[in-house]
């Protein structure tokens, strides 16, 4: 069966990065679309990044300019590069391709 799993997630301050991964199995990453989801405590999941089959990427105007989306059929892992990191980023991470879900990573920005 097709999994997912998000690493990366960790505790940073304001402004530092961090670069989450999407390890997949029995699915291409290269050959697929790929979202990355967060949801915040108390409210709905929500869309920040997503890159079709093709490669054209898009991001939720929260994060456009300090998130990027990338992935690599060397070792089928997809990845959320993200930079300038706020408060207000902190979330559980979840990448998803078509109806499947990895468990998500957790982010926290605190100073």
């Known amino acids: 069966q097709v999994q997912l799993v998000e690493s990366g997630g960790g505790l940073v301050q304001p402004g530092e990065s961090l670069r989450l991964s999407c390890a997949a199995s029995?699915?291409?990453?290269?050959?697929?679309?790929v979202n990355w989801y967060r949801q915040a405590p108390e409210k709905q999941r929500v869309l920040v990044a997503s890159?079709?089959?093709?490669?054209?990427?898009n991001y939720a105007d929260s994060v456009r300019g300090r998130f990027t989306i990338s992935r690599t059929s060397a070792t089928n892992t997809a990845y959320l590069q993200m930079d300038n990191l706020r408060p207000e980023d902190t979330a559980v991470y979840y990448c998803n391709i078509f109806e499947h879900w990895g468990q998500g990573t957790q982010v926290t920005v605190s100073s």
């Open positions: 890159i079709t089959e093709d490669g054209y990427t």
């Open positions: 029995r699915i291409l990453v290269w050959r697929t679309p």
